[in-house]
C-alpha cells in the first residue's frame, strides 16, 4: 500500500503517540479486578444462553477488560443496530451477552458488509455494472475485503472466542517480487541491495571520522559491528554482493550459482524499490499476520450464529431515523422499528443521505469523511505455478504498475487448483480498474502481472471475480479518509440522543475489522453504562 493511500496515516501516527501514555495508564486500570469480575461474567453469560435474560437493571457496573470483553451488570433495553457488518454483529453479540434485546437492519441480501469472501455459486452485484457469476472450483474461495489480521488485534480475540480457526498470513515473503521501474527481482534481492549499499556508506562514514561528533569510540565499535550484519559487509566495509540476494542454481551437492550483481550503488538506488521492501515495517503489516481457515468470513459466519441469525432482517434499508424522549424510530423498506436505543454502524457516506432529526452538528460531521475507492481480483488458475515454478509460498509481490500489488494464497499449499489476488488497489489505480467489465478487469490485470511472471501468468486461468468496493451497493467505499481527526469525528463518538454510532471509520483503525470491533466495544461499553444509570 503506498503512502498516505489509508488516509490521514501521519494523523493517526500523531495521535497515537500523544494516546500512548495515557493508553497504557487506562490499560492497567481496567485490569484491575479481573478476578472478582470473572464470576459475574460467567454467571450473565450462562444466564444467557439458558434464554434467563434477565429483566431488572443491575446498577453495579465494571469497565470491560481488554480481550476477553464481557459488559458487567445486567439490562433490559431493546437496541436497534443499522447494518450487519463486522461493527454491528459485535454491537449485538456484546449486548446479547448482557441480556439486551437486540435486531439488526441490513439493507444488503446478507451480513458481512466488506468481510466478504467469494465462492463458486457466489453472485456480486455491482452499482452501474453487469452482475458475475462466481465460478470457482471446490474449495477455492476469495477474500474480497479483509485478508490479514495483526497479532495484536482484537479480531483474533474474537477468533479465539468464537473458536474460528486460524492460520498464518504469510504478509511479507522474501521469495516474492518486486516490481518497479519496469524491473523483477526477488524481495530478497532487493533488501539484500539496499541494506547493503546503505550498511555500507554509514560504515565508511563512520570509519572515516565523519560522525566523530556524533558517535564515541565504543559508539562507532558497536555501530560497525552492526552494520557488518545488517549489509552483509565485507572486512573493508564494502558491499559487493552477498548470498542474501539469492542464486540463480539453489545451493545442493554442489555450491550453487550466484545470482548476477549487484548492480553499483548508483543503479541500486535508481531501481527505486524503497517502498516496495519497506512496506511489511508496519506495526499493522508486520510478520506474523494470521487470517481465518477456509476464508475470512468465518468470523461473520460464528458472530451471526452467536447473535442469532432470527435477529438480523436483510433486505432491510434504512429510509428514517428519528431519536425521541423515550426511543428511537427507524423506518425501513418493510416497515418501521421502535427500540429504546440505536447504535448506526453504516458508512458515514450513506449515513449521511438518510433523514434523520439528529441535528445539523451530526449532519455536517458526517459529510466530513470521504470515501475511498478499492479494489481486489481473484484469479482462479488450474496449476499453482507460483508454487511449482516460482517457489513463492504466500506473500505479496510489490509493484508499481496499476495493479499494486499481487497476493499469493498463505493457504491449501499443494492444492492442485489455486486463487491469487491479481489486484489489490485503492484511489485512481481502484477507480479505472472499477470502471471496466469485469472481463477487462481480468484482461488488464493479466497483461499487468504478466511483466512480472511472463507468460504463464495469462495461462491456465480458469475464472476470475473482482469487488470495486466504491460500486457496491449500501457501502459505497474501501474504506473513508478524514481530512482531520477533528471534533466532528469526536463528535460522531458520541450519541446524538438514543443514536450512537459506530464502525471501522469512527477509530484510528480505518481499513481493519479490528477497527469495527474496538469501535462497537467502546459504544456498547457507552450505552451500558447509561442504561445502568438511568432510573
Ligand atoms: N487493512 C488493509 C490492508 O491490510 C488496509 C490497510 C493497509 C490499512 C495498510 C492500514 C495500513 O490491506
Redesign the pocket.
Known amino acids: 500500500?503506498a503512502d498516505g493511500e489509508?488516509g490521514g496515516k501521519e494523523a493517526v501516527k500523531e495521535t497515537r503517540k500523544g494516546a500512548g501514555k495515557g493508553g497504557a495508564l487506562t490499560r492497567r486500570g481496567l485490569l484491575v479486578g479481573i478476578g472478582a469480575a470473572g464470576g459475574a461474567g460467567a454467571m450473565y453469560a450462562a444466564m444467557g444462553a439458558l434464554g434467563l435474560a434477565p429483566t431488572g437493571q443491575d446498577k453495579e457496573f465494571t469497565p470491560p477488560r481488554e480481550g476477553d470483553f464481557t459488559l458487567r451488570g445486567k439490562a433490559s433495553a431493546s437496541v436497534v443496530i443499522l447494518g450487519a457488518g463486522v461493527a454491528g454483529l459485535t454491537a449485538a453479540y456484546e449486548l446479547g451477552k448482557a441480556g439486551y434485546d437486540c435486531t439488526l437492519l441490513e439493507a444488503r441480501p446478507k451480513a458481512g458488509g466488506r468481510n466478504l469472501t467469494l465462492r463458486g455459486g457466489d453472485r456480486v452485484t455491482e452499482l452501474n455494472g453487469p452482475a458475475q457469476d462466481v465460478t470457482f472450483g471446490e474449495g477455492v474461495y476469495f477474500n474480497a475485503g479483509?485478508?490479514?489480521i495483526a497479532p495484536w488485534m482484537v479480531t483474533l480475540d474474537y477468533c479465539r472466542e468464537l473458536g474460528v480457526p486460524i492460520e498464518t498470513f504469510v504478509n511479507s515473503n522474501a521469495a516474492a517480487y518486486v516490481h518497479v521501474n519496469g524491473k523483477t527481482m526477488r524481495a530478497r534481492t532487493a533488501r539484500a541491495d539496499m541494506y547493503g549499499y546503505v550498511a555500507e556508506l554509514l560504515a565508511k562514514a563512520t570509519d572515516t571520522g565523519a560522525l566523530d561528533r556524533t558517535l564515541t569510540r565504543d559508539d562507532k565499535e558497536r555501530l560497525l559491528e552492526f552494520l557488518r550484519r545488517f549489509g552483509d559487509l565485507g572486512p573493508r566495509l564494502d558491499y559487493t554482493g552477498s548470498d542474501r540476494r539469492g542464486f540463480a542454481e539453489w545451493p545442493a551437492v554442489g555450491a550453487g550459482t550466484p545470482l548476477d550483481g549487484p548492480g553499483t550503488l548508483r543503479q541500486v538506488l535508481a531501481a527505486g524499490t524503497g517502498r516496495a521492501i519497506t512496506n511489511d515495517f508496519?506495526f499493522?503489516?508486520a510478520t506474523p499476520m494470521f487470517q481465518p481457515v477456509g476464508g475470512m468470513d468465518a468470523i461473520v459466519t460464528a458472530l451471526q450464529k452467536a447473535v442469532g441469525t432470527d435477529r438480523i432482517k436483510t433486505g432491510a434499508k434504512v429510509t428514517k431515523i428519528t431519536t425521541m424522549d423515550d426511543g428511537v424510530e427507524v423506518a425501513y423498506t418493510g416497515g418501521v422499528m421502535k427500540a429504546d436505543y440505536c447504535i448506526a454502524t453504516l458508512p458515514p457516506h450513506i449515513l449521511a443521505r438518510i433523514p434523520h432529526n439528529l441535528g445539523p452538528q451530526v449532519t455536517s460531521a458526517l459529510a466530513k469523511p470521504t470515501p475511498v475507492a478499492a479494489g481486489k481480483i481473484g484469479l482462479e488458475y488450474a496449476t499453482r505455478w507460483w508454487e511449482r515454478e516460482d517457489r513463492i509460498y504466500g506473500g505479496v509481490t510489490e509493484t508499481d504498475l496499476d495493479i499494486t500489488h499481487i497476493w499469493y494464497p498463505s493457504h491449501d499449499y499443494h492444492a492442485e487448483r489455486g486463487l491469487l489476488v491479481g489486484y489489490?488497489n485503492t484511489g485512481p489505480e481502484a477507480e479505472l480498474y472499477g470502471a471496466l467489465s469485469p472481463e477487462d478487469r481480468r484482461r488488464r490485470a493479466l497483461t499487468q502481472g504478466k511483466k512480472i511472471h511472463g507468460e504463464k501468468y495469462r495461462q491456465n486461468v480458469l475464472s476470475s471475480a473482482s469487488v470495486a468496493w466504491h460500486r457496491q451497493e449500501h457501502i459505497e467505499g474501501g474504506w473513508v479518509r478524514w481530512p482531520a481527526f477533528d471534533s466532528s469525528f469526536t463528535l460522531l463518538q458520541r450519541p446524538a440522543g438514543r443514536v450512537y454510532f459506530a464502525g471501522d471509520w469512527l477509530t484510528h483503525l480505518i481499513?481493519?475489522q479490528a477497527g469495527a470491533m474496538e469501535s462497537a466495544r467502546a459504544v456498547v461499553t457507552k450505552l451500558h453504562q447509561r442504561v445502568l444509570q438511568s432510573p
Open positions: 500500500m489509508t479483509p485478508g490479514r508496519g499493522e503489516q489489490y481499513a481493519w
